[in-house]
């Protein structure tokens, strides 16, 4: 799935297109893809379709399209304070954008089955939060 809207050169250009198609509808939906660079999240080397709408994958890990991750997050209606369990969630970046809107007393939770995505995941995770402006 994916390939619903124009590919981006960067993940402004991205975000800009998924809410110019209206895959991102909300404030804190687009808030929450723009703290976080969907090319951060792909392995070195395949990065150049990291800001096109189209699913990856390499090995055990994969990244769904940006529509699909949008349309999510908008159906949930998340808001601070509640809870998340993502089920097979791979490299942690939909739960990582999930857990920006969530905020410090929401819950989020995901359950990986590949040992060696869980450690992709917590390494991605760890660069973010050290990285991020969304931090202080």
Not at 58 to 63: M, Q, V
Request: charged share 25%; glycine share 10%; aromatic share 12%.
């Amino acid at each position: 799935m994916g390939g619903a809207v124009s590919a981006g050169e960067d993940n402004d250009d991205l975000i800009d297109n998924l809410k110019e198609a209206q895959y991102i509808r909300t404030e804190s939906v687009e808030q929450a893809f723009r703290a976080i660079d969907r090319g951060d999240y792909y392995l070195e080397g395949y990065r150049d379709n990291a800001y096109k709408d189209l699913a990856w994958k390499h090995g055990n890990i994969h990244l769904s399209a940006p529509c699909i991750y949008s349309e999510v997050m908008e159906a949930l209606k998340l808001q601070p304070g509640l809870s998340f369990l993502n089920l097979g969630s791979g490299t942690g970046y939909l739960s990582t954008m999930v857990g920006l809107i969530l905020g410090p007393f929401g819950i989020n939770h995901g359950i990986e089955l590949h040992s060696d995505v869980v450690e992709y995941a917590k390494e991605k995770l760890e660069s973010f939060i050290k990285y991020s402006d969304s931090f202080d």
